[in-house]
């Protein structure tokens, strides 16, 4: 096969993908897409379920396959020529799946299906499929409909081009620092910047607004003109408010198009708001039950937040000689408190946590708790650092997993999970497919020949994701449209994920993954103990930061007018729920790719509601830690059992009560922060 983009025997050819195989295998598989539709709507096709899925089913999933394999390279290995493919193939990908969503042939084959003769997980993807049909404007008729269609290619397109911002942006800012305005930045850190200027053959050291880079400055340089240097180029990336040579990757007129054509994608279909649609296949009834949500929560944290802010405030005067502390300050301040109420520090914490030791850890306590073993693995990758992995069950494969863990140019920020491929019993051959997914994370490389040191939020970070790839590869379900992650509500799907983040504050199982880089020697228990005592410092100020992106994106997308100044509301979300002020020259929006480049929009306050879930969950493991302290393999498996292998198979709160037994309760989260 010459083109890779086209084998689909196994696992995507990652290591052969060039630009020149996109725009070909695109328009092959779009052309067997289209083949495949029209045979099946044809009057003589019948409505059956297994039928339509072996046909019509089997060659969008290649299509699906083919295409994410190039968006994972886009967002993993960009480069001028990757990224000028992909956005010459995106529109006529979009447009398909824009078509296939809304065709009235297709929707009337899938109405003649009866569900009573289905198996429950092919009712639940039935049903989610008639409401996405809806969604998708499959009821729309005429001009109506054209517009529909031309209104998510624009937005497929204005989205690529805010990512692309957004991560051009970050990538394009560098400051060569001097030595004596590193004072107090942790040396692999300090390090790490001289060889970035010394490979590029300049004097000094380079300082980036990766994370990596750019954290330890805001929370440990003693320079305050260096913080605040940072801190402006961090928070105007992508706007007009960034240096002049910057301002090309503004992203504001993006933003007001975008809200526009959300607005109006919600008339056409119906609703008063994109809010109000974005919620028709969530958990959450209506804009106003999330609002009230989180202006609850808001009440709860402020206190504790109010009395964070005057201890800092304090402590700066007192002991920091910053009198009046600006913007740039706080997380300098906040590091240096905690650093002087619990006697330690992220630095000393980090040495500790070498990766190597990390993964180890993970692995184990996934393995136990959940009666799996997972074992390296060979595939096909895009870069050297990528590991792979298989998970198995009794010598049978479960699932396999990419692993790419360290930031470089090119790879956009964050951390996530992404599916390469669905569980599925195949329709065409009847074989069991076994879920793949990709990991992705941002830390710092290794120095001095020495491995990766991990913060203890990147380490929360990586049992994050592992949620993620939990829920999608350990799933038992048959049925791809519901297995794993997928037909899982939006703001339940968050769940399994801070789930995990759990295991990072327990002694008994953070002991296992911890060995200092230098002398081998575990995590001190009295160290530990100062850890957790502070684990909730500053957590009313973390909830209220939170509670303000998610009321911001909410009434952004439910009362917002788009072609009104959305700093404007911005600033009316702070005055109501933030007790720390910004800067009138930050521009946070514009980079906030969840919400415009990454899926959340109108559902920001997923990781909110799904905390809810998560903590109430971790509940059930407190009440029944055996005498070592260690969570109960039996509580495991019902977690196992009714979460993560029913995936999207039923409503999630469905799988929840059949885990809890019962219906969830706000108590075990703020129990968990601190806030009880």
């Known amino acids: 096969m010459s083109n890779p983009l086209l084998d689909f025997d196994d696992l995507p050819r990652f290591d052969r993908i060039r630009p020149e195989h996109v725009g070909p295998a695109v328009d092959t598989l779009l052309a067997q897409g289209e083949q495949a539709l029209e045979q099946v709507v044809a009057p003589d096709f019948p409505a059956d379920w297994t039928r339509l899925a072996a046909t019509l089913d089997c060659a969008t999933e290649r299509l699906g396959c083919a295409w994410g394999a190039v968006s ?16 010459e193939a995106l529109p006529r990908v979009t447009d398909f799946w824009t078509r296939l969503g809304s065709d009235e042939r297709l929707y009337a084959k899938y109405k003649s299906i009866d569900p009573a003769g289905l198996n429950p997980e092919q009712r639940q993807a039935h049903k989610n499929a008639m409401r996405n049909f809806v969604l998708g404007g499959a009821e729309l008729t005429g001009a109506a409909k054209e517009r529909f269609a031309a209104i998510q290619e624009r937005q497929a397109e204005l989205s690529q081009k805010f990512s692309e911002n957004a991560l051009d942006a970050t990538d394009a800012f560098a400051y060569y620092a001097s030595a004596d305005e590193l004072e107090g930045v942790p040396h692999d850190v300090v390090h790490a910047a001289r060889a970035a200027a010394q490979a590029e053959g300049k004097e000094g050291y380079k300082l980036t607004l990766k994370m990596p880079s750019y954290l330890p400055v805001m929370q440990f340089a003693r320079s305050g003109a260096l913080r605040e240097r940072l801190y402006r180029a961090y928070v105007t990336r992508a706007s007009e408010q960034a240096g002049e040579e910057l301002r090309r990757f503004d992203n504001s007129a993006l933003i007001r198009e975008i809200l526009a054509l959300r607005q109006e994608e919600a008339r ?16 959450a009834d209506s804009p106003k039950q999330v609002i009230e949500f989180l202006r609850t929560l808001a009440a709860k944290a402020r206190p504790y937040a109010e009395r964070d802010v005057a201890d800092m405030r304090a402590f700066a005067a007192e002991h920091l000689g910053i009198a009046d502390p600006q913007p740039w300050d706080w997380s300098f301040i906040g590091e240096k408190l ?23 850890g993970l692995f184990k306590i996934v393995e136990t708790l959940f009666e799996v073993a997972i074992r390296r693995d060979q595939a096909p990758v895009w870069h050297e650092c990528v590991e792979f992995y298989r998970i198995e069950r009794g010598g049978e494969l479960v699932g396999q997993f990419y692993l790419d863990p360290a930031a470089r140019n090119g790879k956009r920020g964050g951390a996530w999970m992404d599916d390469v491929r669905a569980r599925w ?12 997914a990709h990991l ?19 380490v929360t970070t990586l049992f994050h994701e592992s949620g993620h790839g939990l829920h999608h590869m350990l799933t038992r379900v048959n ?54 005592a502070a684990r909730n410092f500053q957590s009313g100020l973390q909830t209220l930061r939170q509670v303000e992106f ?50 959340y929009a109108a559902g920001y306050y997923s990781y909110k509601w799904a905390e809810v879930l998560s903590a109430d969950a971790w509940s059930a493991f407190e009440e029944t830690m055996d005498a070592q302290g260690l969570p109960s393999l039996e509580t495991g498996r019902k977690y196992r059992q009714e979460i993560l292998e029913a995936g999207g198979s039923r409503p999630a709160i469905e799988s929840f009560k059949a885990f809890r037994g019962r219906e969830p309760t706000l108590d075990a989260l703020l129990r968990h922060q601190g806030m009880a």
Not at 426 to 435: A, C, I, S
Not at 445 to 453: F, I, M, S, T
Not at 570 to 583: M, S
């Open 72 to 87: 994972h390279l886009n967002s993993v290995a960009d480069t001028p020529e990757l990224r000028a493919a992909y956005n």
């Open 268 to 283: 056409l279909l119906g609703y008063g708001s994109f809010g109000e649609m974005s919620l028709v296949p969530k958990m």
């Open 338 to 360: 905690k650093e002087a109420r619990y006697a330690f520090s992220e630095q000393e914490v980090k040495q500790y946590f070498t990766a190597p030791k990390v993964l180890g």
């Open 425 to 436: 019993l195949r329709p065409d051959n009847g074989r069991l497919q076994t879920p793949v």
């Open 440 to 458: 992705v994370c941002n830390f710092a490389e290794g120095v001095d020949g020495k491995p990766p040191l991990l913060t203890h939020d990147d």
């Open 479 to 532: 049925e791809h449209d519901v297995s794993g992650i997928s037909g899982v509500e939006w703001d339940a799907v968050e769940l399994p994920s801070q789930f995990m983040e759990n295991f990072c504050w327990e002694w008994n199982v953070l002991r296992h993954m911890t060995a200092h880089v230098d002398s081998g020697q575990p995590l001190p228990r009295e160290l530990f103990d100062k850890m957790l």
């Open 550 to 599: 998610a009321l911001f994106d909410m009434l952004l997308h439910t009362e917002h007018a788009p072609d009104a100044d959305y700093m404007a509301l911005l600033r009316r979300v702070r005055d109501e729920v933030a007790v720390l002020p910004a800067p009138a020259f930050s521009r946070t929006p514009n980079t906030f790719s969840h919400i415009f480049a990454g899926g």
